[in-house]
């Protein structure tokens, strides 16, 4: 463990060398996520802006959803990013081999190969959301209440590799996993908006079998001091479950890839 | 005790099969189909500890499959290998660490990284002690010429300068043996031959078991004793370099610039045309048959020949013809 | 002349003919970004429905007018993706530009030709979704053969007006290695702008002028307010003025900055 944190760090400072040599492009990949956001927060401000609330959902409560939804996934994007390109950058090319040849753990050494700066632009974004909502809101930044975001956004950024671990599996018989992953990682975009302007059945499906409320909504609703339930104290237990599940898919894909080499 | 051994190792591929056109696109869409590519095919064969062996065989013959089964990225469909007596697919981390491995075409290091921080990363992955890692890459800059190649990124290398950084950092945890799949591929002379230099000095000085696939007969010529031969994922010969030789050798060829027409000239009986041009005839003879005098002097009393040179085969057509048909019949050394 | 010109069309048939079974090939993709539109699509719905909740018209458009609206840009979407400015930077990076501009085809006509080629399969292959739309959440689709024509006439001519605006944008690829960022920000722009997320007509003056001033509107907004029943017919040849001059203004603008660009290739050889 101790051996691939410094690893990672290796990895991480290379990493940032390569960036600063390229300054221009780093700003450019960061700030490009920042403007794919406004395009989805000037929608809300234009369409809230004509409505009293959104289902009951006053505009800083969307933006609280919105912006937790947007660290957790800017988690997934900073570390995790290389899941998406593993099929044409890694297998097609032929990189992925080399993986195979390193005395270190694959799926290590496929997260660690790539930060990726664009998430630092989701990062920046999440949090100012949750800043401006927080204070507009009047929710008191305790100790309990930051430790409790704390977890929620670690444990929905879990959420996010993890589902994206498992469809970047498909790789191993696709040869390339980015429309498999696009799919279950758009709907991502429900636990954007409050979840109880869905349907029940889409509500369940957030909650349940694409847990990405667990990122968003019923924490936002436990701040707000709206009724959830246990589901405000789920996120952790959840991401950690997924998280082991998605490592055994990844493990039986990698067999199957040796097997089949495609 | 064999460092390699494989037996009877097969690898198949199951690969989808298409139609051509749209309808065959779409069929491919609904109804996926597959066949079988069989792409090695009951393969044996044991390397000792500190052997140069040249795998060869025409593209698609099945060299890289093998090489990813002896590695360990890909299980055998069939068949079973030992490396270092260890199943390099099952134990895959603890084969990695003895072994390094360069796939011609791609490289390992960072592309955007100096190469110094590429060679440092690659040390950190394998775990070099740093006094170790200091000494070989001491070693290595001087015999691979990589003093001012440190500092500059790998894009901005020439390829024969990539070839040689990555020779650099696949054996800077000084494996045991080292695969590399076509290594001179693309290479000018110069570089190939101190590529050829290295390795054998690695050979000798560290007693590194080296596998190389190749194209390229001079590689083999000066670095492989022994070759193993593969066509269409079987194996056709496996033994010294010399045995072939030895038994193609007995073919020579000869070749005339005439001042006529070369193609009015028959041809001599135990000769056949290797080539011919209006004013240049090649024939290769077979010595058991008929004798060099006996040749010439038949195209001569033909026509008038203004120069003739006699040359013994190389070894690409000697390749050339193994690959034509000419060792269906396994040989046996 | 004249045959040099069928020679022309024949050759830009091939590459036109060849997009389809490029797009087959990717057969997964075909799936995807089918489920992909669907979930969006069903996300703004109920988003709609939950705006007017307590208010029956916003800027003039009621509930079925807007759903409307919305699943039809939602099907169009991906027509303002793009891959050219990636495709120049892969071309360049590679040394492959000098090869492209060597063929003899004209480069940009052969990617246009693709680009607009694949517009009749995109056609094809959104019908089904469409369908979902009408099934599921009562999508109203003109009946009228005049709205659907003068629509396919506005949705060729404004994929053509991006297909310049890329071809434009894409010049940068000569000037910086960072191709993703800036495909990122051309989508993030033209997802707001081209009224992917809302009809530009409920937007605050300021930013209508601002989709107006940008050509994205061209292949979203303009063709999808005529056939959600936003716009009339009638509005159709003003509408269609305008977009020639995009057209004509952004297809000479192109090949300007184009030939300035690949001065950049031809200098430094690469
Ligand atoms: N992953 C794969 N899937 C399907 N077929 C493959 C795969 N890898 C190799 N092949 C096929 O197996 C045969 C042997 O390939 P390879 O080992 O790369 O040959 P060589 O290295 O000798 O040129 C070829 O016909 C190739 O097309
Ligand atoms: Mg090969």
Request: hydrophobic fraction near 50%.
């Amino acid at each position: 463990m101790r051996r691939y944190l410094t690893l990672y760090w290796y990895f991480l400072l290379q990493r940032f060398k390569i960036l600063l040599e390229y300054r221009a492009n780093f700003m450019i990949g960061a700030s490009s996520t920042i403007i794919l956001q406004i395009a989805g927060l000037l929608t809300i401000w234009v369409v809230m802006g004509q409505i009293p609330d959104l289902n009951g959902w006053g505009f800083d409560e969307v933006l609280l959803v919105y912006g937790l939804i947007t660290l957790a996934k800017s988690i997934n994007h900073m570390f995790a990013d290389n899941l998406w390109t593993i099929g044409w950058s890694y297998v097609r090319s032929g990189q992925f081999d080399r993986f195979l040849v390193r005395p270190i753990d694959p799926l290590f050494h496929l997260l660690a190969d790539r930060f990726c700066h664009d998430g630092i632009g989701n990062f920046l974004v999440g949090a100012a959301l949750v800043a401006k909502s927080t204070a507009s809101l009047g929710i008191a930044w305790t100790p309990f209440n930051a430790l409790y975001l704390a977890v929620a956004v670690l444990s929905g950024g879990a959420i996010f590799i993890a589902l994206n671990l498992i469809t970047a599996t498909s790789v191993f018989w696709i040869t390339e996993s980015i429309p498999v992953t696009q799919v279950i990682f758009n709907t991502h975009e429900f636990a954007q908006y409050p979840l109880t302007i869905y349907h029940r059945g889409i509500q369940i499906l957030l909650t349940w079998v694409l847990p990405y409320g667990l990122a968003s909504f019923y924490p936002a609703s436990f701040l707000l001091g709206r009724e959830v339930g246990a589901l405000a104290w789920l996120s952790p237990v959840v991401a950690l479950a997924l998280l082991v599940i998605a490592f055994r898919v990844w493990l039986f894909g990698l067999r199957h890839y040796s097997g089949t080499g495609s | 005790m064999p460092i390699i051994q494989a037996e009877n190792l097969s690898k198949v591929f199951r690969i989808p099969h298409k139609d051509p056109g749209v309808a065959g696109a779409f069929k491919a869409v609904l109804r996926p189909r597959f066949e079988d590519k069989v792409a090695v095919n009951g393969i044996s064969f044991s390397v000792e500890p500190g052997e140069i062996v040249g795998y060869i065989g025409v593209n698609g013959a099945g060299k890289s499959t093998t090489i990813k089964m002896l590695t360990g990225i890909l299980m055998p469909t069939r068949g079973n290998v030992q490396v270092l007596g260890r199943d390099p697919h099952r134990q895959r981390v603890a084969n990695a660490r003895d072994i390094g491995v360069v796939f011609g075409q791609r490289s390992q290091l960072w592309w955007d990284l100096a190469f110094i921080e590429s060679l440092n990363l690659v040390a950190k992955i394998y775990e070099v002690p740093p006094a170790r890692y200091k000494q070989l890459l001491d070693q290595f800059a001087e015999t691979l010429e990589l003093g001012e190649l440190l500092r500059v990124p790998i894009r901005n290398m020439s390829l024969g300068q990539k070839m040689r950084a990555e020779l650099a950092a696949t054996l800077i945890h000084a494996p045991r043996i080292v695969y590399l799949d076509e290594p001179t591929i693309g290479l000018d002379l110069i570089v190939k031959e101190r590529i050829r230099e290295f390795i054998k000095q690695q050979n000798r000085a560290a007693g590194t078991t080296v596998i190389l696939t190749t194209h390229d007969l001079g590689d083999i010529e000066e670095l492989c004793p022994r070759v193993i031969i593969i066509d269409a994922g079987a194996l056709i010969y496996d033994g010294p370099i010399s045995t072939i030789k030895a038994r193609f050798g007995k073919y020579r060829e000869i070749t005339f610039e005439t001042l006529g027409d070369a193609s009015a000239c028959a041809v001599p009986p135990g000769a056949e045309i290797v080539g011919a041009e209006p004013r240049k005839l090649t024939l290769r003879f077979d010595r058991t048959l008929t004798t060099a005098s006996q040749v010439a002097q038949a195209v001569m009393n033909a026509i008038e020949v203004k120069d003739f040179s006699l040359a013994e085969p190389d070894l690409a057509s000697v390749i050339k013809q193994i690959y034509g048909g000419a060792l269906r019949e396994p040989v046996t050394p | 002349m004249m045959q040099a010109l069928r020679r022309r069309i024949k050759v830009y048939g091939a590459f036109a003919a060849m997009a389809p079974k490029d797009y087959f090939a990717y057969t997964a993709w075909v799936w995807v970004e089918f489920i992909a539109q669907f979930l969006t699509m069903t996300i703004f719905v109920h988003f709609w429905r939950a705006v007017y909740a307590n208010t029956s018209t916003l800027n003039g458009l009621n509930l079925p007018q807007t759903l409307n609206y919305i699943m039809l840009a939602q099907v169009l979407a991906p027509l303002v993706q793009t891959r050219t400015i990636f495709q120049f930077g892969f071309l360049i990076q590679n040394g492959q530009m000098a090869i492209e501009l060597l063929r003899p085809v004209d480069f940009q006509a052969r990617v246009l030709v693709d680009t607009l080629g694949w517009l009749g399969m995109y056609a094809l292959l959104k019908t089904p979704l469409l369908l979902i739309a009408v099934i599921l959440f009562g999508l109203q689709l003109p009946t009228s053969p005049a709205v659907w024509l003068a629509f396919g006439i506005l949705l060729v001519l404004g994929r053509a007006v991006v297909f310049y605006f890329d071809w434009i944008f894409a010049c940068l690829a000569f000037y910086t290695t960072e191709t993703w960022g800036l495909s990122v920000v051309r989508v993030g722009v033209a997802t707001f702008f081209s009224g992917i997320l809302i009809p530009i007509a409920m937007m605050p003056g300021w930013l209508q002028q601002l989709a107006g001033a940008m050509p994205f509107a061209q292949a979203i907004y303009v063709p999808t307010s005529l056939l959600s029943g936003i716009a009339s017919l009638a509005d159709a040849p003003r509408v269609l003025l305008i977009q020639l001059g995009w057209l004509i203004a952004l297809a000479i603008l192109s090949r300007a900055v184009f030939n300035v660009a690949i001065r950049k290739v031809t200098v430094q050889g690469g």
